[in-house]
């Protein structure tokens, strides 16, 4: 159980950063519904990469959320989203579905949770509480965003957005994420807000 100090921390810190909805919506964690299909981009990367695939977090408690780690989490969804030009993989590199970190400026939607999950890493996050996480856009389209679980609920980092959200906040239909235990392996979620949920390949 979080202590009420903590509580307090993270609240005072949602305040000053403008996302109080978000602190004061949680905890919301999403439902999931066992091992799915992995996205094509996610396994071409880890043929090309192994050990993006291969991180295990033993422990399937999530990280806890202070006053820091909110801060965090927000200045980095903020850097990330101005520094990395928008591109799709065609324009990048001339294919569809490359999954990539965006060293070289430019990225489409993985890159982004990409390098937002690697920075929060370098920070002392772990790879389970970090999880790419595919979603429907509200006209169709595919979107990837990232993930973050935590004591007070899961939240939302994501290029389109400056804000970080908890994920039931989002206009989304979360689709798959990856697992917790296991970032190579790619479980279901069942969005309980659409009456149904679909996969995208």
Known sequence: MIKRRGWLLVLAAALQAG??????AAPAVM??????TQPIGHYELCKRSPIECNEKTAS??????????????????????TAVAPRTDMEAWGQEE????????VGDCEDYAMEKRRQLMQLGVPAGSLLITVVRQTNGEGHAVLTVRT??????????????LAW???EYTYLK????????VWIGINDGRADAVASVR
């Open 177 to 184: 994420r990856q697992s917790e235990q296991n970032s190579g």
């Open 168 to 170: 039931n906040e989002t």
């Open 31 to 36: 439902k999931t519904n066992g091992r799915t």
């Open 19 to 24: 996302t109080l909805g978000s602190a004061l």
């Open 60 to 81: 399937r408690a999530p990280v806890e959320l202070t006053r820091t780690l909110w801060k965090a989490m927000i200045a980095i969804n903020d850097e990330v989203n």
């Open 98 to 105: 490359y999954w990539s970190y965006p060293d070289n400026g």
């Open 151 to 164: 004591t007070l609920g899961e939240y939302i980092l994501d290029n389109l957005d400056t804000r970080v």
